[in-house]
């Protein structure tokens, strides 16, 4: 049973400050991995994917992957109200022919004004 | 470009009854995933149709079925309606392969059961 782990917050930060939310992964076959935004009532909004060890960034976003800890973060930058969200971690091995995604429950952030 | 459309957005219908959900991905995605996502379960997958064949298949039970059409749009089914099946239904699109695996939802199909 593949299983991807987040912690469900609340993860509350001052408007301006960074958010770390990260997400451990069960299956080291994993190949694919992604951050999702969901608003509430809304569906998910693909915001980074990171295939390789290292770091990604894009805008205010980075995302970090270290395959051999079988983890994944995420970091906001400069964080904005509006970043106040759930955030989903997914995962992927389209190499064994699974491109299904297996997603963990999510962390809520609040950025505080 | 246009994104992942989705009818109806809402359902309401009753136990015993059957429903079909309509998914129209991104122009040139090849790929419809299904997801279902509950408070408590969270998003869960249930089929994955590439070119018309269904390549990958979830832990859900026979009364979900889902096809695609040879213009990529897609559509699932739920028969004999639980109170259980109560959920948000999402449908998401990619091109189901390199170069990338990116997959693009749907606004969903809230589906409400009584």
């Known amino acids: 049973q593949k299983e991807v782990e987040q912690n469900s917050g609340p993860l509350s930060v001052p408007e301006g400050a960074i958010a770390s939310l990260n997400c451990t992964y069960s299956?080291?076959?994993?190949?694919?991995f992604f951050w999702y935004r969901q608003y509430s009532g809304k569906s998910p909004e693909l915001i980074m994917s990171i295939y390789s060890n290292g770091d990604k960034e894009d805008g205010r976003f980075t995302a970090q992957l270290n395959k051999a800890s079988q983890y994944v973060s995420l970091l906001i930058r400069d964080s904005q109200p509006s970043d106040s969200a759930t955030y989903l971690c997914a995962v992927s091995d389209p190499g064994a022919g699974s491109y299904q995604l297996t997603f963990g429950k999510g962390t809520k952030l609040s950025v505080i004004p | 470009k246009a994104g992942v459309t989705q009818t109806p957005r809402y359902l309401i219908k009753t136990r015993g009854q059957q429903v079909t959900l309509s998914c129209s991905p991104i122009s040139g995605h090849r790929s419809v995933s299904w997801y279902q996502q509950t408070p408590g379960q969270g998003l869960q997958f249930l089929f994955e149709?590439?070119?018309?064949?269904?390549?990958n298949k979830g832990n859900f039970p026979g009364r979900f079925s889902g096809r695609q059409f040879s213009n990529s749009r897609s559509e699932m089914n739920v028969s004999t309606l639980e109170l259980g099946d109560s959920a948000l239904y999402l449908c998401a699109s990619s091109l189901g392969g390199e170069p990338s695996y990116e997959q693009y939802f749907g606004p969903g199909t809230r589906l409400t059961v009584t």
């Open positions: 299956d080291r076959g994993s190949q694919s």
């Open positions: 149709y590439f070119s018309e064949t269904q390549r």
